[in-house]
């Protein structure tokens, strides 16, 4: 996903630019915790400020083990009937195929540690049980965040599932039925004083890192002019070239706040303690925008895909999965068919 905007590599939306596999290790080991966020015993909280928790101890399984806990389903029948009214073909006979973001980031889709073959998280357990749903064999394609949009086109794959933002020049292309909330989150450092960012005034004289150019750049911009025409200290935006250095930014207190992917926070938060989370708002900001399955324009299959994530949602299937990856918080009640995404620039 991405998000309805394309962020800087030090700001990844939810549709994260791509990363190594070592650089995946890096966000969720927590041993390997200086690596990422630099040396936290450099920032000194201050007195009274919430202490730094120690690191979680494998609060998710990042292995292919991880496939023994997979939720599975029953085709749906109703999707199933859809399927085979709306004359779509699958670009291989039986076969959903999907891609996927194997060098993505934790958690929504990403390559096992023990297994470079094997993409995880909660993109692929949609994909696998849209594709049960569907009644077909789930076929996961490993992909680029840049090559899924021509890939779709195409018809190299059926079904993308990269975390992609809903925006009105998208659906000119694209069809979409959503399945999670687009949402952003606000980092700190574990030691900080700063407790909640729900409104301007929380971010008032504040360093804040932003990716250059981004959505998420606009929103806080706003915010700092709204700060600016009350009279109180606007704020300030950070940008630094990738996520590490502004990870050691804000850890060593070169930085305040950091504005990530919720999920991407969340998990960092509960994989490595050294940082936490202490507001959100949505990364389609002036719309309310959701994340959506994509399929080609007019091709037929967004429907049958709709009614199988309508069906996980109505089943409890969908809140299990978004548990098991922290990420509760992106839920949605309807899988809605190309809603009012990011207006065009």
Wanted: one cysteine or more; glycine letters at 10%; proline letters at 8%.
């Amino acid at each position: 996903m991405r998000p309805p905007s394309t962020p800087a590599p030090s700001v990844p939306t939810p549709s994260a630019p791509a990363r190594s596999r070592s650089a995946l290790r890096l966000a969720a080991t927590a041993g390997l915790a200086l690596a990422l966020v630099g040396l936290v015993g450099c920032s000194t909280a201050a007195p009274g400020a919430p202490s730094a928790p120690a690191a979680a101890e494998a609060p998710f399984d990042l292995t292919t083990g991880n496939l023994d806990t997979r939720p599975h389903i029953d085709a749906v029948p109703e999707a199933v009937a859809a399927l085979k009214a709306s004359g779509f073909t699958p670009v291989q006979a039986g076969k959903l195929t999907v891609a996927l973001g194997g060098a993505g980031s934790p958690p929504t889709s990403f390559f096992a540690e023990d297994d470079a073959q094997t993409i995880i998280g909660s993109d692929a357990d949609f994909a696998s049980l849209l594709a049960e749903g569907l009644g077909l064999e789930y076929t996961p394609e490993n992909v680029a965040w840049a090559d899924w949009p021509l890939g779709i086109e195409s018809g190299k794959y059926d079904l993308a599932l990269t975390n992609v933002g809903v925006t009105e020049e998208r659906k000119e292309l694209f069809d979409f039925a959503t399945y999670r909330d687009a949402v952003m989150g606000f980092s700190v450092a574990a030691g900080s004083e700063i407790t909640k960012i729900s409104e301007p005034k929380d971010v008032s004289g504040l360093r804040v890192i932003v990716g250059s150019g981004t959505n998420q750049e606009k929103f806080l911009l706003d915010w700092f002019a709204q700060n600016e025409a009350a009279g109180i200290d606007p704020g300030e935006p950070v940008y630094f070239e990738d996520s590490a250095a502004g990870s050691l930014a804000l850890a060593s207190g070169r930085a305040d706040v950091s504005i990530d992917p919720h999920a991407l926070a969340t998990f960092r938060a509960t994989t490595l303690g050294e940082t936490r989370v202490v507001g959100s708002f949505n990364s389609a900001y002036p719309v309310n925008g959701q994340v959506g399955a994509v399929t080609a324009k007019g091709n037929g299959l967004v429907e049958p895909v709709g009614l199988v994530i309508q069906s996980l949602i109505d089943s409890g299937t969908y809140d299990e999965v978004l548990q098991r990856w922290g990420q509760g918080e992106e839920a949605v009640t309807e899988s809605l068919i190309n809603p009012p995404g990011l207006p065009k620039p």
